[in-house]
């Protein structure tokens, strides 16, 4: 979708911002550029969309030379996110999202439809922030607003430069969290460029770490992680990278325990019967039961329902290995609540700490798949 082919920038001082890079973006890929300040990589989104024109080689968007675009035609047709939002002051959110649709030709109402669309999308409701201004909106709504009007054209490609280094840490992974929702539903070809190394390996499926003016090594986040191509690179990911690994590798059947299983509303299980997970009636994760005692309960049989304890530590199969142990952590918790998306959110199994530590030795000896 996004071809590189030796591309060099260097301004009239004799200052080489990007030397000689080729490199690719698949269709539908997340691709994240970081690197410290000068490196080249704001460069680099910035000839994509003509912002920045190359001093040799070629930029090829869905297989079309950039350079033979006109840079108007080009930039309504590519999606830009910046740190500084850019919002017209003077336009509710709604005007905003809708202005690209506006500027290609598409009716108002149209345009206003599917700006409201985005806008929920992104976690806005329409009818609560439409006609509000961005003065009103937060620095986390206004990054929102900034990327519904960048999708509002849907476009095939989506630059996204340190779009949200301007709020804080809360609000910034929360906002990443909305960025990985939102791109498994529109699968857009995204250029992140970032110098926050733990957001580059959290939302990128590929990771380009960058030199002065060059590509040091360009791979998977967990490849990166794992085994760095040059010494610049592992000095740049730091001593503490297997730790790293976690945010990248996820929890699979293979890491979990099945301990015994009841429902809700069984009679308790025999004396002596050690810890059990209580599913609801969907089988859903509801709690956990403590080991049966010797002694029945006061007033004779009891149900599972009456005895069984919150688990409020759980996390999806597939999510990271840095989530299960955080919340094991948070919640103090011997056993953590595994559950499947993809059957309605039922209980796939537990993570003991045991189990847990296992998965976290494969990850740092780097042998934990991407």
Not at 31 to 59: D, F, H, Q, Y
Not at 93 to 111: F, I, K
Not at 292 to 308: F, H, I, L, S
Request: glycine share 10%; net charge neutral.
């Amino acid at each position: 979708m996004i071809r590189f082919e030796h591309v060099t920038k260097r301004y009239p001082d004799g200052t080489t911002a990007v030397d000689d890079l080729s490199f690719e973006v698949a269709e539908g890929e997340s691709v994240t550029l970081v690197g410290p300040s000068g490196c080249g990589k704001t460069t680099t989104m910035k000839m994509v969309n003509r912002l920045v024109e190359p001093t040799s080689g070629r930029i090829l968007v869905d297989g079309r030379d950039v350079a033979t675009t006109d840079p108007v035609v080009l930039r309504r047709g590519i999606g830009y996110v910046i740190q500084q939002v850019g919002l017209f002051p003077h336009r509710t959110v709604l005007e905003n999202t809708a202005t690209v649709p506006r500027l290609l030709g598409t009716g108002r109402a149209a345009a206003r439809a599917r700006a409201a669309e985005l806008l929920d999308l992104v976690g806005l409701d329409p009818r609560a922030f439409g006609d509000r201004y961005p003065d009103q909106l937060s620095g986390g709504q206004r990054q929102r607003v900034g990327v519904a009007r960048a999708l509002a054209a849907d476009p095939p490609v989506l630059l996204m430069d340190e779009p949200f280094g301007a709020v804080d840490p809360v609000v910034r992974e929360r906002l990443q969290t909305e960025f990985l929702k939102l791109q498994s539903q529109v699968r857009k070809t995204v250029l992140f460029v970032t110098h926050d190394l733990e957001e580059a390996v959290r939302l990128g499926d590929r990771m380009a770490v960058y030199g002065h003016g060059r590509i040091e090594q360009f791979d998977t986040p967990a490849t990166v992680l794992g085994a760095p191509a040059t010494p610049y690179v592992a000095d740049f990911v730091g001593a503490d990278r297997a730790l790293r690994r976690l945010a990248v590798t996820p929890v699979e059947e293979g890491h979990l325990d099945h301990p015994p299983v009841v429902r809700l509303d069984d009679p308790l299980p025999r004396a002596g019967e050690g810890r059990s997970v209580v599913l609801d009636a969907d089988g859903r994760p509801y709690g956990w039961l403590p080991a049966t005692p010797e002694k029945a309960p006061e007033g004779g049989p009891a149900t599972v329902r009456e005895r069984t304890r919150p688990m409020d530590a759980r996390v999806p199969l597939g999510g990271s290995l840095k989530e299960a142990f955080s919340a094991m952590l948070r919640y103090d918790a011997g056993w953590v609540a595994v559950v499947d998306p993809a059957d309605g959110g039922r209980y796939a199994g537990v993570l003991t700490p045991d189990r847990l530590h296992e998965a976290l030795r494969r990850s740092v000896d780097g042998t934990a798949p991407r």
